[in-house]
Structure formats: C-alpha cells, structure tokens
C-alpha cells in the first residue's frame, strides 16, 4: 500500500518504522524539516516537509495516489481536518489519532461526517490495558478478545496448586471451571498442550475464560485474587481521565492527585 503518515512524534515514526518493515511505500510529513529527516532516515521512507492540513501539501506529498493517509499530529482539530482534505482530495482511506474526551464521545458522529476510515485513541488504550490489570491484580497480562467477552491471562503456577502435577485432561474434573489452557512456558520453551500434557508449579501459563470467571478460577488454583476496590492515581492528564472514567464506570473508588488546581477541578 502507499501510506503517507502525517507528523513525526513518536506515534508517526513508530507507525513509519512497524509500516516499513512491512513492506509498504511510506511518505511522512510534518512541518519540522528535523523531524521529517530524522524518522525518513531512521526508517528509509520518503520525508516531505509541509502542513498536512493544506491542499497543496497533500498533493505535493503524493496523496492522489495514496491508498490510505494517517494522522498522526498531536492535534486532533489538525488530524480531522487532513483526514477530511485527504477524503475530497485523494479518495483515500483515512485514519485520525483523536485524543480528546469530548471528541471521543462524539467518535461516531465525527467519523460520518468527515469520512474517517477509523479513529486511534494511543491514551483511551493505555487506559483500558491499566483497567484490565486493575481488574485482574494477580495475573501477570490480561488480554482481551472478541469484543470484553473472553480474556486471556497470563500467570504463575505456584507451589501447591491443584493444577502443579496435573495432567490437562483432567483439569475439569479437579477445578470445575470452565477455562482453557492453550499455552505452557516452561524454562524458557513454549508449548501448545496436548491432553496429555503435565502441568507444574513454575509454569507460566496463558489461559482463556470469561472476566467474570477470573477470579473463582484463581482462587481455584491457589491464587489469592484480592479484588481492588480503592485506586489513587497520581496526574491530571488524558490517560488519567480515561482511566479514572473507566474506573469509577466499574464501580471502583478513586481519588485523583494533581498540583494544577484548576485542572484537578475540572477532573
């Protein structure tokens, strides 16, 4: 694909570098000639220095033929607004990293009306991962699939567990928990187990099962899942809106520290 990647933080050359390495024709641009040099360097893709909100820049940059543009800028007013110049211009698909709560809510409504592809939300996301390990304390990863409806956890079998010397198949009949153990790391390999696989204290093993399950599974298994029912989170910025959002939406009390008073008021 031809992908221009508009502005060059650390989200455009990450996007840049991972987009490359894929195989895909890359152009960034930003209006920090350093920037552009630097990520056009560093990830051997075409660099053009200009405003992504403007016409002529896009058109310079190639967006005619451009199968999709991402922007990437820290504004969200600036990313819309290229993606909606993109859209009339180009054709394309569109992609805009859109950070801000009110634009957040009103996501569905902004991605009609300005043609948008998909939003990207890097903080909303850093925010649902924290709410995830907050939810799950004593797993070491917590992943979602299929939409919040099935996780997938990552632990340590410790000593003394029903599970430590256990052969899978009988793990139902010795647990009663409906869960699926689909991956074994032990000593540093990998295995996918079979029926006949033994399990043993030490192992880290992923498992998948509803959220709802997560905590009787690992009271099951000799894992002390206390449930945490306090947070304090220390800063007023975006992630913490998010996280604080999701929090109290869970039913979790939380107290918020941030030195800029009329930011903590707000909050």
Do not use: W
């Not at 899978?168 to 991956?183: H, M, N, P, T, W």
């Amino acid at each position: 694909m031809n992908i221009i990647i508009a502005g060059c933080g650390r989200v455009g050359y990450t996007l840049a570098e991972q987009l490359s390495n894929e195989g895909h024709q890359i152009t960034v641009m930003d209006t920090n000639p350093e920037a552009v040099q630097n990520v056009s360097a560093a990830c051997d893709v075409i660099g053009y220095v200009g405003d992504c909100t403007s016409f002529r820049s896009q058109f310079e940059a190639g967006i005619e033929e451009t199968d999709l543009l991402i922007a990437a800028t820290d504004q969200d007013e600036k990313n819309m607004l290229a993606c909606l110049i993109a859209r009339k211009t180009g054709e394309c698909q569109t992609i805009a990293r859109v950070r801000s709560p009110q634009y957040s809510e009103e996501i569905g409504f902004l991605k009609e009306e300005l043609g948008l592809s998909m939003s990207v939300n890097p903080e909303s996301a850093a925010a649902h991962e924290m709410l995830r390990l907050i939810q799950v304390p004593s797993a070491l990863e917590v992943d979602t699939f299929a939409k919040g409806r099935v996780n997938l956890i990552s632990l340590v079998i410790p000593n003394g567990s029903v599970l430590d010397g256990l052969k899978l198949r009988d793990y139902f009949s010795k647990v009663k928990e409906s869960a699926l153990i689909c991956v074994v790391e032990r000593s540093g390999e990998i295995v996918i187990p079979d029926g006949n696989y033994v399990l043993k204290a030490g192992d880290r093993i992923s498992v998948t099962l509803p959220l709802s399950s997560v905590n009787t599974f690992l009271n099951k298994v000799g894992i002390k899942a206390k449930r945490i029912k306090n947070v304090l989170i220390a800063g007023g910025g975006t992630i913490s809106y998010y996280l604080a959002d999701s929090l109290l939406k869970s039913g979790l009390n939380v107290k918020l520290i941030e030195k800029n008073e009329a930011r903590c008021r707000e909050l």
